[in-house]
């Protein structure tokens, strides 16, 4: 893997920053957060880019940062959790290194989730109600990718650790 990318891919709370940046500093290597380069590209937080906008634009702009980060090397990158609903995405981000997928048990979700008030895409007072529809169109998109990490129950050392070994 020396000088590809790895890259977090997964559904919202699954932990792809937290263990992106502990990852990174184990490695020594840059750590990338897309949802952050998306931000300080539009010049507003994810929430407004949805509201002012809509989804769309914003799926333009990440798939534009993709396309961007998988041209360079030696990054870990946390993906945004809708990456994967884009084919191309995915097929870049794979040809650029390794692309690992976390998940967690809903019931654990809805638990990390419970607090989000910067997701646009978690309905307001209905988290738990978001999540489970979300996760059963998105589902078949996560389990397609071959690298896989359950972090339920896991601390983010641990998950990096798990990590560390496919390398
Ligand atoms: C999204 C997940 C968010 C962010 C945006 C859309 C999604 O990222 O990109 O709100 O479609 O699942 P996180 O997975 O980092 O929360």
Redesign the pocket.
């Known amino acids: 893997m020396t000088g590809s990318n790895i890259v977090l891919v997964g ?3 699954t932990g ?2 937290a263990v992106g940046q502990r990852l990174a500093q184990a490695l020594h290597r840059a750590f990338v957060d ?2 952050a380069l ?1 931000e300080s590209r539009a010049g507003k937080p ?1 929430p407004r880019i ?1 509201r002012e906008d809509g989804e769309s634009h ?1 799926r333009d702009i ?1 798939r534009a940062v993709v396309r961007e980060l998988a041209k360079k090397r030696e990054q870990v990158i ?1 993906a ?3 990456v994967v609903l884009d084919q191309g995405n995915i097929r870049e981000f794979s040809r650029s290194g390794l692309v690992v997928c976390l998940s967690a048990s809903q019931e654990e979700l809805v638990r990390r989730l419970s607090g989000s008030t910067d ?3 978690l309905k307001k007072g209905d988290h738990a109600g978001g999540i489970s529809d ?1 996760l059963k169109k998105r589902q078949p998109f996560y389990d397609a990718i071959p690298a896989q990490v359950d972090t339920t129950g896991l601390t983010v050392e641990e998950v990096v650790s798990r990590i560390l070994v496919m390398l």
Do not use: Y
């Open positions: 559904f919202m709370g792809k920053s897309m949802d998306i994810i949805f914003f990440e946390a945004g959790g809708g997701r646009p895409l979300l």
